[in-house]
């Protein structure tokens, strides 16, 4: 499954496009990930996103710069479903998910809830001068105005997440 993300980041790192969505509470931009290991090379992805749900259920969809879909994960309580090209992979839940696929667990149940501007319900928040920190995580809203969120974790491995929001959650 990290060969599924990979290539999304391959398709899309040069500068990706989003496909709008305007109905159903659906969430799209442009999402970079960057992980940085001590003891291996930076692994990125970067990919145009739609996200539609909730830290319960929800999808996520991850495009090429052309809009096609690359991978999708959708999750409900209990499991998360990885589909690519490959075909698709169950997973007990989205940490396990994102752990397997980009050998790193991220927050995806926040996911939502952080793109709307507001600490996720699910984990206890602290509030910052430019946001909140959660989970472990310091969520940067200062230029959400302008479309921006940007959620870093400095523990071992430092990892940043950027979005570019094309259609901001409600």
């Known amino acids: 499954m990290k060969r599924a993300l990979l290539a999304a980041a391959a398709l899309a790192l040069a500068g990706c496009t989003t496909v709008p969505h305007n109905a159903g509470g659906w969430v ?4 970079s990930v960057e ?8 692994r990125r992805l970067a990919s145009g996103f739609e996200l539609q ?3 319960e259920r929800g999808e996520l969809r991850l495009t090429s710069p052309l809009g096609s879909i690359v991978a999708t994960a ?3 309580p209990g ?13 007990a839940g989205l940490d396990e998910l994102s752990r397997e696929a980009l050998g790193e667990a991220l ?18 928040s602290q509030p910052t001068a430019r946001g909140f920190d ?3 995580w310091t969520i940067d809203l200062a230029r959400r105005d302008d479309g921006w969120v940007e959620a870093s974790r400095a523990a071992p491995p430092p990892v940043l997440v950027r979005v570019r929001l094309e259609q901001a959650p409600e």
């Open 28 to 31: 799209a931009g442009k999402l």
């Open 79 to 91: 499991e998360a479903v990885l589909t690519a090209a490959e075909g698709s992979t169950r997973y």
């Open 107 to 124: 927050p995806l149940a926040a996911l939502p809830d952080w793109l709307a501007g507001r600490p996720w319900p699910g984990a206890a």
């Open 53 to 55: 749900g909730d830290g």
């Open 35 to 42: 992980v940085r290991p001590a003891d291996a090379p930076l």
């Open 74 to 76: 959708r999750w409900a």
């Open 134 to 136: 959660q989970l472990g």
